[in-house]
């Protein structure tokens, strides 16, 4: 095992007053530099102690990175063979160099989603930034050439996270917490970044998952994060990312080597094609999963049911009227739209978090 502590500047839609650590895995710490705009980016610093050493050098770790590169190898081994020429060697030594060196960034980029999901905020984290052009915010607004990005130094910090003396950042009880509409924009103290209560629970029930499980909930929190950033630049993959987040989840459980009984064709597809017998009854399991997870209620299943119809007519060429009309033009059935929206990544959330609750394994006092 080789730990190590570092740090990266990453940015937030709202400000950061206070600290926020968990165990001794990373912790969140305010920047010197500022931003006045309310729901902008505002930097802060994430710091983690990690091991820096890919599979089989270290041991099995907690994060997804972990599982992932473990996968990864054992299927480059597999394929390469058992006896390895001198080539194939320095293509296998290659293959993990690049994988080491993209270690760090990858599990930046897991904890980030992470707390997008389980917080009221949108973390951001890039190590690929593209430039372009942009205009400078002085009187004379000059075009420049740049890049949108804050950068902060990476440096190691040993072998355990930095001491700090900044007092913690807010929390709240998260049945409070997660009734908030995520993003609103208010005044007072609740600018500042704060967290539920029960933050370090659901990060032990991430860690505790397993095999399967968290690759599922690993995509899901990816596609619920996609959602959040493909809002403002398309509303149907924003809803298209909604709905394939909660189906991420959905098909945790699915064993995907069963097969037809009448044909023997796979049995996750949704009609057999050999003899066209429904195998998979897709808008069923969506909807019940929905309701296993949110509410049984008619309420809830007539949401999942339109969710559903709307998320196929997506996947089939369709686009929803704010993808069609400028932002001036309103009808009832866009409003509607747009209604669907709001709650299909508010439902997103609610359903993850609530599956999580009930599927992580480590022991709740």
């Known amino acids: 095992m080789s730990l190590v502590s570092r740090q990266v500047g990453i940015l937030a839609s709202h400000r950061l007053n206070g600290q926020y650590r968990f165990q001794d895995t990373f912790q969140l710490l305010p920047s010197s530099f500022k931003c006045e705009m309310l729901g902008q980016d505002h930097p802060l610093i994430l710091e983690v102690c990690f091991d820096s050493e890919v599979w089989p050098r270290r041991p099995e770790g907690e994060w997804y990175r972990d599982q992932w590169e473990q996968e990864r190898y054992e299927h480059m081994t597999k394929t390469l063979g058992d006896s390895l020429s001198d080539d194939k060697k320095r293509w296998l030594e290659t293959y993990q160099q690049t994988t080491q060196m993209r270690r760090f960034g990858a599990i930046i980029s897991e904890l980030v989603s992470l707390l997008s999901l389980f917080t009221n905020y949108r973390f951001l984290y890039s190590n690929s930034a593209g430039q372009s052009w942009f205009v400078s915010l002085d009187p004379d607004r000059t075009p420049v050439w740049g890049q949108k990005w804050f950068t902060f130094d990476e440096c190691s910090q040993g072998t355990s996270l930095s001491p700090s003396s900044i007092e913690c950042a807010p929390s709240m009880p998260y049945q409070e917490y997660y009734a908030k509409i995520y993003g609103a924009i208010v005044v ?94 897709a808008t069923t399991k969506f909807k019940e999963f929905i309701a296993e997870y ?31 009309h400028d932002s001036g033009f309103y009808t009832n059935d866009r409003e509607e739209e747009q209604q669907l929206r709001r709650n299909a990544r508010r439902v997103t959330r609610l359903i993850l978090i609530n599956w999580l609750l009930r599927n992580g394994n480590y022991p709740i006092p």
């Not at 339109?306 to 009227?321: F, K």
Request: overall charge negative; some cysteine; hydrophobic content about 35%.
């Open 188 to 281: 007072g103290e609740e600018n500042d970044i704060s967290f539920p209560d029960n933050l370090d629970q659901l990060m032990r029930l991430y860690f505790s998952l397993g095999g399967r499980y968290k690759e599922c909930f690993h995509k899901a929190c990816h596609l619920y994060c996609k959602a959040l950033d493909l809002a403002s630049e398309s509303a149907s993959l924003s809803l298209m990312s909604s709905a394939m987040a909660i189906e991420a989840l959905a098909n945790a459980d699915s064993d995907r080597s069963r097969n037809c009984e009448n044909c023997g064709t796979p049995e996750h597809l949704e009609k057999c094609d050999l003899c066209g017998a429904p195998r998979y009854r």
């Open 294 to 324: 949110l509410e049984q209620s008619s309420e809830v299943k007539t949401f999942a049911k339109r969710l559903y119809e709307v998320r196929s007519s997506l996947a089939h060429g369709g686009l929803l009227r704010d993808d069609l």
